[in-house]
Nanobody, 124 residues
Framework: QVQLVESGGGLVQAGDSLRLSCAAS????????MCWFRQAPGKEREFVAG????????YYADSVKGRFTISRDNAKNTVSLQMNSLKPEDTAVYYC?????????????????WGKGTLVTVSS
């Protein structure tokens, strides 16, 4: 069983930066596609960014391209999301999620494990 624990959320102003981290335990981290989703109040959960097990390929939602950067450290079992130029519309609960490489394919958003989320609030 894989556990995912997010950290780094908080209240910031528009234009600020924030870095989220997700610590994984209980599995072979380097075998998982890792990603971030978010859910804003009253909206459905949406994909934000993902990185494959080797770190060699990354994927972003159009809404965050050029502002967010996802990275992973397989030695530390962590995945991070650097968020720059934050906007009020980035306000959401951010979730870390993972999918084993044997079950993942591009544009697939089905995940095996989820964290409990961390709240990011961007004020205008």
């Amino acid at each position: 069983q894989v556990q995912l624990v997010e950290s780094g959320g908080g209240l910031v102003q528009a234009g600020d930066s924030l870095r989220l981290s997700c610590a994984a335990s209980g599995g072979t981290f380097s075998s998982y596609f890792m990603c971030w989703f978010r859910q804003a109040p009253g909206k459905e959960r949406e994909f934000v960014a993902g990185v494959i097990w080797s770190g060699g390929s990354v994927y972003y939602a159009d809404s965050v391209k050029g502002r967010f950067t996802i990275s992973r450290d397989n030695a530390k079992n962590t995945v991070s999301l650097q968020m720059n130029s934050l906007k009020p519309e980035d306000t959401a609960v951010y979730y870390c999620a993972s999918r084993h490489r044997s079950r993942w394919f591009p544009n697939s958003y089905a995940m095996d494990y989820w964290g409990k989320g961390t709240l990011v609030t961007v004020s205008s």
